[in-house]
């Protein structure tokens, strides 16, 4: 052996799906709007892990938006499997950003 030490093979970059929605106000939208993101969030990170393509990593509140974040080894399967949960969100405008690849090159799907 040559190599003092083994380094372990670099892991695939972590992708992302981040979903933006629009709340009615400029500060934390309604009681209803919240209520309703927190269980999307749920059923989306059930289904997430039901598939094995990735989890659901939480959300953020203000400045009149939501935001729910999600990350795994594909972010197109990681966005199928959220999708209808997603778009069944009454929000708008509302879109998602998907982080993919070494390069973080994102893209944007309008919801």
Known sequence: MDTLFELPEPEAP?????AHYR?????YGSR????????AE???AVAAEEAGVGEIDGNEFGGGEA???AYG???EA???????????LPLRPAHVVLR??????????DL
């Open 14 to 18: 972590e992708e992302a799906v981040i």
């Open 23 to 27: 709340l009615s106000d400029n500060e």
């Open 32 to 39: 209803a709007e919240r209520e309703a993101i927190f269980d």
């Open 42 to 44: 749920r059923a989306m």
């Open 67 to 69: 935001v729910l974040y």
């Open 73 to 75: 080894k594909d972010a």
């Open 78 to 88: 990681l966005f199928k499997v959220m999708e209808p949960t997603l778009r069944g």
């Open 100 to 109: 993919q690849g070494s390069r973080e090159t994102e893209s944007r799907v």
